[in-house]
């Protein structure tokens, strides 16, 4: 057994996105992935950028952020194990933020061709992928939602207060 | 000041970048037609690698080590040929033998069916004999033909024995593109420029997805052809099935003219062996049959029923790859050209799809729902 494959498939099976598969069908997720060394700083995406690739972290650390105007927003910092950059298997619109790599990183990328050939010959591995991506983006929404709700409430009751007031 | 002042007047000498890349890919192109038997060698040895490299991933799937893989996949081709040579050598070699002795009196023997067919034709429609040349000028015919072919007996081989080293070579260089091809893609990723890469070599998938597929369909016809024009002509009783099936196999890679030279040789085959109408027209539906088979079934299942070259750049480049490489040029040279323009097609469809400018997009009509429950 090759310990460097074995290794990878050990850190996929951590992966949140891909909880569920067997270790078999890991490894035949494990042959579609490229794999890519940054050195500190390099930039791995920017925002405004069309997404073709699921990123997931090897070893090392990433940053992800956005430029607005002069300041840069830090969103997270995502360690081995983590992935990131997930829409792109949906499809290539812009990306909303940046990926850059805070220090020497090694990233397995799967794209959204090799994805879409998963589809179509290993029904049974891109269907769990699938639906753990939904789940994710589900509890996106629902995190959005709680959070424009809790706004609206703050500012429903900053203005019923005011009407008080007045 | 003064160094500037010259650098601003020289800077005319400096070709514009464009000039400096069509020079580049000039001088890329000649090298490569200077070497081009050794880059044919390459490129015939990297496309077994991209044939075979399907098995090599599926045995890594089972985290198995790619070296060991690669080994043990050759050494399992190894033992399938020589096992393979051990039952069809002794046939194999019969047939070419029966061939090869008989081939001085072939023009003799081809007069002869020719005659006997026409006089079979004749005796049941006499009034086709009229369509049929004299036997005097065509047997002039036929011995003009066979000494000019007579000629080139030297020049094939000659083509015969690079053929033969290449067969040894390419697999001993496919080995190693198979083998240590996944380390010199990694480092080549490793030093392309970081904020290209997601882009590049996206293309780059799409690209080695459709070549891949087209390439392995293309194999997958041939064999299959060759299978069943092999197993349909021994039902038939004709001579050499075997041969014949490799060729109209291997001939299969060439759209039109293929189906032409592998039924062509079986039906002159058929014609000096039976010397009659019937088993002739056998012959030919037979290759009928298996037209119609490799256009409605195998096409579809192997190569996926995409579109061909259009007939002119079909020849065009079956004449451009024969006048390059001879024998092994004219059977690349539709794939290689297909590829091409698969490749091209896909890098333009990539432009329109993102350049709105050029090609307005069309409003796809989906509603995004503002929220979802």
Redesign the interface.
């Known amino acids: 057994m090759d310990p460097r494959q074995l290794y990878r498939v050990q850190l996929l099976a951590k992966v949140p996105l891909f909880s569920g598969l067997s270790q078999r069908q890991l490894g035949k997720l494990l042959i579609k992935l490229f794999e890519r060394n940054y050195q500190a700083g390099e930039t791995i995406f920017v925002q405004g950028e069309a997404g073709k690739a699921l990123f997931i972290v090897l070893s090392g650390q990433v940053s992800i952020f956005r430029n607005n105007d002069e300041t840069e927003e830090h969103f997270a910092t995502l360690s081995a194990g983590s992935y990131f950059g997930e829409l792109a298997l949906i499809d290539d619109e812009p990306r909303f933020a940046s990926a850059r790599a805070d220090e020497p990183t090694g990233l397995l990328m799967l794209y959204k061709s090799d994805f879409d050939d998963l589809i179509e010959g290993h029904k049974a591995i891109a269907i769990k992928v699938m639906n753990n991506l939904l789940r994710t983006l589900a509890g996106y929404i629902r995190r959005a939602q709680s959070h424009a709700s809790n706004r609206n409430t703050l500012v429903t009751g900053v203005i019923s207060a005011k009407t008080k007031a007045g | 000041m003064r160094t500037s002042a010259a650098g601003s007047r020289l800077a005319w000498l400096i070709p514009p970048p464009s000039i400096i890349w069509i020079l580049a890919m000039a001088l890329l192109a000649a090298l490569v037609y200077v070497s081009r038997d050794f880059v044919l060698l390459l490129f015939l040895s990297a496309t077994l690698a991209y044939l075979l490299n399907p098995i090599v991933?599926v045995a890594?799937?089972?985290?198995?080590?790619?070296d060991a893989v690669v080994t043990v996949l050759y050494l399992a081709i190894g033992a399938a040929i020589v096992g393979g040579g051990y039952f069809l050598y002794p046939r194999l070699s019969a047939e070419i033998e029966t061939l090869t002795v008989s081939l001085p009196s072939f023009g003799e023997r081809l007069d002869e069916a020719i005659d006997a067919v026409q006089n079979e034709v004749g005796a049941q429609h006499p009034a086709a004999n009229r369509f049929f040349m004299s036997r005097e000028i065509r047997y002039q015919r036929l011995n003009a033909f066979f000494e000019q072919q007579a000629k080139d007996i030297p020049a094939l081989v000659g083509q015969l024995a690079a053929m033969i080293l290449a067969s040894v070579l390419i697999p001993f260089f496919s080995y190693f593109f198979l083998r240590d091809g996944r380390n010199t893609l990694?480092s080549f990723?490793?030093r392309f420029p970081?904020?290209y890469?997601?882009?590049s070599?996206?293309i780059w998938?799409?690209i080695d997805?459709i070549v891949g597929h087209y390439l392995r369909g293309l194999a997958l016809e041939g064999l299959a052809l060759g299978v069943s024009a092999a197993v349909g002509l021994w039902l038939l009783g004709v001579n050499y099935p075997l041969l014949l099936g490799a060729l109209s196999g291997a001939a299969s890679v060439v759209p039109y003219l293929g189906p032409i030279v592998g039924g062509g040789s079986a039906v002159l085959v058929a014609l000096i062996q039976f010397k009659s109408v019937a088993p002739i027209a056998k012959v030919v539906v037979l290759y009928l049959a298996l037209k119609f088979l490799d256009i409605f079934a195998i096409q579809p299942l192997a190569v996926g029923g995409e579109k061909e070259l259009h007939p002119m750049l079909l020849i065009a480049s079956i004449i451009v790859g024969g006048h390059a490489l001879g024998i092994i040029g004219m059977i690349i040279a539709v794939p290689a050209v297909t590829i091409v323009q698969r490749v091209g097609r896909l890098l333009y469809e990539r432009r329109r799809d993102?350049d709105p400018s050029v090609f307005p997009r069309s409003n796809t009509g989906v509603q995004i729902p503002p929220?979802?429950c």
């Open positions: 991933k890594e799937s089972a985290l198995i080590k790619r990694q990723l490793d970081a904020h890469i997601e882009t070599v996206a998938r799409e997805r993102h929220f979802v």
